[in-house]
């Protein structure tokens, strides 16, 4: 008898243990476009338990058994509660916050008071004040973007530009569009968006840390015309083959960072990084407001909750002394070098520097001097309103580093945890392309993008010349539009032909439409090697090509749209989303389906709508 009750017993307990807990499932949408939210925040009220929507909005969540109030929260949209019994799936749509972002002012008897709050749009009358929704002044800045012409081959047959593996713009662009509005014209740099995914080009083979694939097909856009594109793939080394890192967090904790996806997010970001880190990572930490300080010495990854601790315990306040931050950092770094590691500082801020160096031209000089020493640059760009984009692809463009935007924790997942080993470990620097055009194959040429990236074609041999870097793993493509030998356009340069030169005929190969030449420097040396790829395939037809070939075709042509560019030719939104439909390919962390939702949500925020001409580029 005892033994049937301590077996009912323990029956009861399993039942009893089994039910305690339950995992809840569900997905989050736009209330009124029925679109997918990636990156929304999910608590269990009066909770630590939270998580996440995935890409594809959702998500999975354990929580107790009994009822329970589920809060829903994402930037740009209002709050909402979702009450749950016995269900296991919790699906929610929310409707968007029309009234963020507005300082509302208060002019009661006579004395006006500010305040930063979520107020109603329009005027609210009351029996002693009177509320009026002011738009907060918008001081983000961008560096102007000049888009190139087409070059004649005749004319200057050779071109050259530096890689660009940073992603800054199209989590920007994101958040934009996410927030009901079209992003400013320079917020587009078209490479930035095509190179945040990733392609399924070879890993190098043999002592070259790089390979090359190149595609080549007609224009979707502009008809008669060729697109061309180079891809290169960084190989890829595992992360218990990566080198020791000696990491400085440099956070910007002034009174500007205060916002929720400021310095509440950068501490979420940095948190996940703490987890990728191994025994053998250090990591210290300097934060700057009015002044900087050192507020962790370089600790071993061996100790997260001491990293995690000191991240904790940030708050924001204060003005922003950015270039006293820098030094600091880097004087840090500098005391905790490691010869054959990974020497690297984290900068997380809007970058709106305004005590101290803060011209354009004193942080990069400060950056230049510093990068000589082996410690590199990464830059996490933060945040809205005063968002100083210019300063922060200035400073990761000269510290030899990469620049990321990161508007929600689904990005933040992305670069740190994901993309770990390309974020912080750099497998070649110094990057430089140089293509040479066969003019019997080519008339004219465009590179689309990488308008700040161009480079004097005598600086491809110069080794004292900067240029980008590529990281574990990385992929980078470059997409170029191609004027066939024979055929009419009027995006041809009108130029008198040469009096006094004679026009020979080339002595390569006949079949070839292009020499591809790339230079690289391994991260310990000053030295380049050369790499050359002769492109000769006859154009593949657009059925023929490969996913990556016309998803990154998509991508550039969104970017065209955006930026309302004068070679967009017969551009428009839903050829830019059946492509993209199209080519999906393998997409496991839902990006590409997420670009699909953006582009149709810019569809839908743009006047103009798709504009379809008979002709382009003829």
Same mark, same amino acid.
């Given at each position: ?339 054959? $590691? ?56 000269? $510290? ?16 740190? $945890? ?54 574990? $793993? ?145």
């Amino acid at each position: 008898m005892r033994t049937i009750f301590s077996i009912l017993m323990l029956g009861l307990l399993f039942v009893s243990t089994t039910r305690s807990t339950r995992t809840l499932t569900g997905q989050v949408t736009d209330s009124v476009t029925n679109e997918r939210l990636p990156g929304v925040t999910i608590t269990l009220k009066g909770t630590q338990i939270r998580t996440i929507t995935q890409a594809d909005g959702r998500y999975t969540l354990t929580i107790p058994a009994g009822p329970q109030i589920l809060l829903f929260q994402y930037i740009g949209y209002l709050n909402h509660e979702v009450k749950i019994d016995t269900q296991t799936v919790a699906n929610a749509q929310l409707n968007q916050d029309l009234r963020a972002l507005n300082e509302v002012i208060t002019l009661g008897y006579g004395k006006p008071v500010r305040h930063q709050e979520l107020g109603a749009v329009g005027r609210i009358l009351g029996s002693h004040s009177t509320l009026i929704a002011v738009p907060r002044v918008n001081t983000e800045d961008y560096s102007a973007v000049t888009e190139p012409g087409f070059q004649s081959v005749r004319n200057q047959a050779v071109t050259t530009f530096s890689v660009d593996v940073d992603r800054a713009a199209y989590g920007n662009i994101r958040r934009f569009l996410n927030g009901g509005n079209l992003p400013p014209k320079d917020a587009v740099r078209i490479e930035e968006m095509v190179n945040y995914f990733e392609y399924d080009d070879p890993q190098p083979k043999g002592n070259d840390p790089v390979a090359v694939k190149t595609e080549l097909s007609e224009s979707p856009w502009n008809p008669g015309l060729q697109l061309l594109r180079i891809g290169l793939q960084a190989k890829t080394i595992p992360t218990g083959s990566l080198p020791a890192s000696n990491l400085v967090f440099l956070i910007d904790v002034s009174g500007s960072m205060e916002s929720e996806n400021k310095l509440p997010l950068v501490k979420s970001a940095l948190n996940l990084l703490v987890d990728q880190l191994r025994p053998q990572d250090r990591v210290a930490m300097v934060v700057y407001a009015g002044s900087a300080g050192l507020v962790l010495p370089s600790t071993p990854g061996s100790e997260p909750q001491k990293i995690k601790d000191a991240i904790s315990q940030l708050s924001a306040g204060g003005s922003t002394a950015g270039g006293e931050g820098i030094r600091l950092a880097y004087q840090t770094a500098q005391e905790n070098f490691r010869k054959d $590691g990974n020497n690297r500082v984290i900068l997380a801020t809007d970058g709106d520097f305004n005590v101290g160096v803060s011209s354009d031209g004193d942080l990069q000089r400060l950056i230049e001097d510093q990068r000589k020493s082996g410690v590199f640059l990464s830059v996490l760009g933060f945040g809205m309103g005063n968002y100083k984009d210019n300063k922060l692809e200035t400073l990761a463009d000269k $510290g030899n580093g990469n620049y990321a935007y990161i508007d929600n924790m689904q990005e933040a997942q992305k670069v740190f $945890g994901k993309e770990f080993g390309g974020t912080l470990f750099t497998v070649a620097k110094d990057v430089k392309l140089q293509l040479e055009f066969n003019p019997k194959r080519v008339q004219a040429y465009r590179l689309i993008g990488y308008e700040n990236r161009m480079l004097n074609n005598e600086d491809f041999h110069n080794d004292q010349k900067d240029a980008g870097e590529i990281g574990s $793993g990385h992929t980078v493509t470059a997409l170029y539009e191609i004027i066939p030998a024979g055929v009419e356009s009027r995006y041809l340069p009108k130029v008198d032909a040469l009096k006094y030169q004679r026009q020979t005929a080339p002595t390569g190969a006949a079949d070839e439409v292009l020499t591809l030449k790339i230079r690289y420097k391994k991260p310990d040396s000053e030295t380049s090697h050369l790499l050359t790829h002769a492109v000769n395939d006859q154009p593949q037809k657009w059925n023929n090509t490969s996913n990556d070939f016309r998803f990154a075709a998509s991508v550039a042509e969104f970017g065209l749209l955006l930026r309302d560019s004068e070679f967009k030719g017969n551009a428009h939104y839903p050829q830019v989303e059946a492509l993209a439909r199209q080519a999906l390919g393998r997409d496991p962390e839902g990006y590409r389906s997420e670009f699909v939702r953006l582009v149709k949500l810019a569809q839908s925020l743009s006047d103009a709508g798709p504009v379809v001409k008979k002709s382009a580029g003829k």
